[in-house]
């Protein structure tokens, strides 16, 4: 059987592309660590690594072996945080949801919620795009409010919520502030306002020219300024100012709220806020 700790050591390796950098990462010395994946390739049968004196590159099979030890590494780190929560005296559903999105409903869901029989308290976690489904699926939340299609919610149990049409929010006073509405193409023809760009999962940003943005209030103002545009679900216009203005893009996709926990959740707390969250 493979353990958890070669396949750590196999990810510090293939991240870094770099035997000596590793084994600075994993605080431990080189030798060990080679000797380490040396025999996790004996146990496989495959080469994982391409070793030459000047790089270190991932093998096909190596690739794929990356992919999914972060997987399980992720799992059993998920299982670890999940377990310590359930060992609380004091029990509590820690719920992520995207800073900004689904405001009114959030602040329905946990009033609602809280008049329930045995409800428990309910730790809100705000993040910034892509952070509560991260925190979903590394144990650090019980549930989460995600919006699909920005969302990926592949392996969680779900329920949709509510569907919105997007628009585009401009600078008030722009020329096309007054228009019925807008196309997608219009919207990237905006190159005096370009959309903007928002951190991958490894924090780096797509080549573009928008401004790079990591939250829901710095864009605002980028837009006030006349700085950037953006596409946005409809709901977010209750939290616009004065000095932007909206227009709907019917060819936008549509965006999807809904409720997620892990498929092997047996949380009496998660179930009662997911049936709350469905009947409102």
Same mark, same amino acid.
């Given at each position: 059987?493979?353990?958890?700790?070669?396949?750590?050591?196999?990810v510090?390796?293939a991240?870094?592309?770099?035997?000596?950098?590793?084994?600075?990462?994993?605080?431990?010395?080189?030798?060990p660590?080679?000797?380490?994946?040396?025999q996790?390739e004996?146990?496989?049968?495959?080469?994982?690594?391409?070793?030459?004196?000047?790089?270190?590159?991932?093998?096909?099979?190596?690739?794929?072996?990356?992919? !999914?030890?972060?997987?399980?590494?992720?799992?059993?780190?998920?299982? !670890?945080?999940?377990?310590?929560?359930?060992?609380?005296?004091?029990?509590?559903?820690?719920l992520?949801?995207?800073?900004?999105?689904?405001?009114?409903?959030?602040s329905?869901?946990?009033d609602?919620?809280?008049a !329930?029989?045995?409800?428990?308290?309910v !730790?809100?976690?705000l993040?910034?795009?892509?952070?509560?489904?991260?925190?979903l699926?590394?144990?650090?939340?019980?549930?989460?409010?995600?919006?699909?299609?920005?969302?990926?919610?592949?392996?969680?149990?779900?329920?949709?919520?509510?569907?919105?049409q997007?628009?585009?929010?401009?600078?008030?006073?722009?020329p096309?502030?007054?228009?019925?509405?807008?196309?997608?193409?219009?919207?990237?023809a905006?190159?005096?306002?370009?959309?903007?760009?928002?951190?991958?999962?490894d924090g780096?940003?797509?080549e573009?020219?928008?401004?790079?943005?990591?939250?829901?209030?710095?864009?605002i103002q980028?837009?006030?300024?006349?700085?950037?545009?953006?596409?946005m679900?409809?709901?977010?216009?209750?939290q616009?100012?004065d000095?932007?203005?909206?227009?709907?893009?019917?060819?936008?996709?549509?965006?999807?709220?809904?409720?997620?926990?892990?498929p092997?959740?047996?949380s009496?707390?998660?179930?009662d806020?997911?049936?709350?969250?469905?009947?409102?």
């Amino acid at each position: 059987m493979v353990e958890t700790r070669e396949l750590r050591y196999f990810v510090a390796v293939a991240e870094e592309l770099h035997f000596g950098r590793a084994a600075q990462r994993l605080g431990m010395a080189q030798p060990p660590l080679s000797r380490a994946i040396q025999q996790l390739e004996r146990r496989l049968g495959a080469v994982l690594l391409h070793r030459s004196a000047r790089a270190v590159a991932l093998t096909e099979a190596g690739s794929v072996l990356l992919r !999914e030890a972060r997987l399980v590494l992720e799992a059993v780190e998920a299982a !670890e945080r999940r377990t310590r929560r359930a060992a609380v005296d004091r029990p509590a559903v820690v719920l992520a949801t995207k800073a900004g999105a689904s405001s009114e409903l959030l602040s329905k869901l946990l009033d609602a919620y809280a008049a !329930e029989p045995g409800a428990v308290a309910v !730790e809100v976690v705000l993040g910034g795009p892509g952070e509560p489904e991260r925190r979903l699926r590394n144990g650090s939340a019980d549930v989460a409010l995600l919006l699909r299609p920005y969302d990926t919610t592949a392996g969680f149990e779900t329920e949709d919520l509510y569907t919105e049409q997007q628009v585009v929010v401009l600078p008030a006073g722009h020329p096309l502030a007054g228009r019925p509405h807008m196309s997608m193409s219009e919207v990237h023809a905006l190159t005096e306002l370009p959309l903007p760009r928002w951190p991958r999962p490894d924090g780096s940003y797509p080549e573009g020219p928008g401004p790079q943005v990591r939250d829901h209030t710095q864009l605002i103002q980028l837009i006030a300024l006349g700085r950037a545009c953006a596409v946005m679900p409809e709901s977010l216009r209750a939290q616009l100012r004065d000095d932007h203005a909206i227009v709907p893009v019917p060819d936008a996709p549509a965006v999807t709220t809904v409720i997620a926990w892990p498929p092997h959740s047996r949380s009496q707390a998660v179930a009662d806020l997911v049936r709350t969250a469905t009947r409102l």
